[in-house]
Each structure stands twice: as structure tokens, then as C-alpha cells.
């Protein structure tokens, strides 16, 4: 018998956690402090009701902030889908600035060249 009102305080008390932990994203059907009630009012059938009805399983939208999150690409100054003249233009962009460091590389090595050949 202790066992089994162990199990259930632990049930109530992990589920209130839970819920009161959770952001508001986390919420399928009702809001936070309906969960709360449920669950205080009828323990164990809150407790399930919560875990099949009420919570939402899926990703959370404050986990969306990771790799390839176009919020990151907006808030660094980038457009986040570019078409591809666009995309053609900006690798034009890239190539051009590359040669231009290349010519000014091959430059600074003649200049280099000359000026031990003079002293």
C-alpha cells in the first residue's frame, strides 16, 4: 500500500512539474493553469489526461534557435533563401574579390622581388 501512494504522490508531483515548468508552447488543448487544476482536482486521470491530451510532444519553439534557424541568418544581416541570380551574383562577387586578393598578392611579391634585387 505504501508503495502505491508512493507511486501516485510521485506521479502528481512530477506532473505538476511538468506543467508548471513548461513554456507556453508546451500546451496542446488547454492553458497552464487549467492543467493545474485538473491535475490537482483528480490526481492520477489528470496525470495521464496531461501526458496523452495535453502536452505537446513535438519541438519546441525555444529549441529553434540551432543550426540553419533562419532567425540566425536575419539577425546576422544575411537574406535567408536567395534565388539563384542571386545566388550566382554573390558567388560572382566572392570569385572577383578572391582574384582581386590574388593580383594584389602577386604584386607585393614583384615589388618584393625588385627591392632585393636593387639592394
Known amino acids: 500500500m505504501f508503495m502505491l501512494s508512493t507511486f501516485y504522490f510521485l506521479v502528481l508531483v512530477l506532473t505538476l512539474a511538468d506543467i508548471i515548468s513548461g513554456g507556453p508552447d508546451k500546451f496542446k488543448n488547454l492553458n497552464k493553469l487549467t492543467w493545474v487544476f485538473i491535475v490537482i482536482i483528480i490526481p492520477l486521470a489528470g496525470s495521464v489526461l496531461w501526458l496523452v491530451v495535453g502536452r505537446e510532444w513535438g519541438v519546441s519553439r525555444q529549441q529553434m534557435g540551432s543550426f540553419g534557424d533562419p532567425r540566425r541568418a536575419e ?45
Open 75 to 119: 539577425a546576422a544581416g544575411f537574406t535567408p533563401q536567395l534565388s539563384t541570380e542571386a545566388e550566382l551574383a554573390a558567388l560572382d562577387r566572392e570569385i572577383e574579390r578572391a582574384e582581386k586578393q590574388d593580383r594584389i598578392r602577386r604584386l607585393e611579391a614583384q615589388v618584393e622581388e625588385k627591392r632585393r634585387a636593387q639592394g
